[in-house]
């Protein structure tokens, strides 16, 4: 979270009648009538790329300003919107550094995962650079310096990946496995690139790098992962009965 944006954004809304009360919020409209968060941001998170005074950097930093007051995932809505439009690509260095500054903050960070999973890592356009940009780059360093706000940032990536390609988070995995305590949101990370509509994973590679994470025996869905993955089995919608065999034979 940057305080400093977040202050910054209240004044931007406020510049424009927009203001906190309470545990909502009113306009000028109609001063009278409490507003949520989320029509707020429904209202106001595209307007910030329309404001000409300011540059597009400017913007951007606006923009996560916005979404750390607001804590709303259609603010990050917007800013995909953006980087997407015709106006876009939004510049990189801006962009990725607001996912990863709030994928580390001790705070909740489900807005963020969430347009991370359906929106950046479902979108095949965009998978693979959004992974790299918040999660491989710089998976080394992490595993090898282990600091918490970093490490807070790989689980969370980690544990929403699934829909990402399997070529473009293999190497990322097998280096999160050499530290146990990526293990758990390594696990996650599997299982939904199994269950999700949009999952990657290669059966025979996956299966290996199951084999080498530490976790409790009674993990849930641990023994079905590992026999629909034995089975050469990549994705629940390709064949469902599997899944259900599998638990099934788990309780035999």
Not at 6 to 11: D, F, G, K, L
Not at 17 to 31: F, I
Not at 176 to 200: I, M, N, T
Request: net charge negative; hydrophobic share 40%.
């Amino acid at each position: 979270m940057d305080t400093h944006a977040m202050e910054e954004a209240r004044q931007w809304l406020a510049d424009r009648g927009v203001v906190e009360l309470g545990d909502g919020w009113t306009d000028e409209e109609g001063p009278d009538r409490p507003l949520t968060a989320n029509e707020i941001a429904h209202s106001w998170a595209g307007e910030v790329f329309s404001d000409g005074s300011r540059d597009v950097v400017e913007q951007v930093r606006l923009a996560f300003g916005l979404l750390d007051l607001l804590d709303e995932y259609w603010v990050t809505c917007e800013i995909r919107f953006e980087d997407r439009g015709t106006e876009g690509p939004l510049p990189a260095g801006p962009l990725w550094d607001g996912y990863r500054r709030r994928l580390e903050a001790d705070r909740d960070a489900e807005a963020v995962t969430y347009s991370l999973w359906v929106d950046w890592f479902e979108d095949q356009d965009t998978a693979a650079t959004a992974f790299a940009e918040v999660l491989g780059n710089d998976i080394d360093r992490i595993v090898v310096e282990a600091s918490p706000a970093p490490l807070r940032r790989a689980g969370r990536v980690l544990a929403c990946s699934g829909p990402v390609p399997w070529p473009a988070k293999q190497a990322a995995y097998d280096t999160a496995a050499r530290l146990p305590a990526l293990h758990e949101p390594l696990f996650k990370g599997l299982l939904a690139g199994y269950h999700d509509v949009y999952g990657q994973l290669e059966p025979t590679a996956a299966l290996a790098l199951l084999a080498r994470l530490q976790l409790p025996a009674d993990t849930p869905h641990l023994p079905q992962l590992r026999s629909v993955l034995s089975a050469g089995h990549r994705n629940h919608y390709l064949v469902p009965p599997a899944w259900d065999d599998a638990a099934r034979g788990s309780l035999d």
